[in-house]
């Protein structure tokens, strides 16, 4: 797992916007209105990429040389480089909203004694799961 990478883009403009592609990475397909939205989505969307790959445990390729990409007419290759450290922390401390289903009366027992929903299913959760 690397902090930097570095992968090139096509950024394909048309009429409606520019939409993008990063030749080693099918499936991401970031897309935008204008330049500056697109090198800023393109960035974000490398990293949700690479951030999924890595949780997947994916081997992450290698990126293809730029001259090696043909093009076509209105796209432009745009090298895109992220550095993912800041990227990890802040997707490992992300909260998820859960729904879940309690008895009303045990609902209305906590709320009288102002429990915080929250804060009592991560403990009760890091209890079962033995985390400290």
Known sequence: MKDTYIFPAVFDSA???ISIEFPDLP???PCADTLD???KNAKEALMLH???MEQD?????EPTSFEQIPLEKNQAIILVEVFMPPFREKQRTKYVKKTLSIPSWLNAE?????I???ATLQKALMNELHIS
Not at 57 to 61: L, T
Request: charged share 25%; with cysteine; glycine share 16%.
């Open 27 to 29: 499936g991401c397909l």
């Open 15 to 17: 009429e409606d916007g």
């Open 57 to 61: 445990n994916e081997e992450i390729p």
């Open 50 to 52: 690479l951030f999924g």
């Open 116 to 118: 915080n929903f929250s």
């Open 37 to 39: 939205e697109a090198v």
């Open 110 to 114: 906590a709320e009288h004694n102002g």
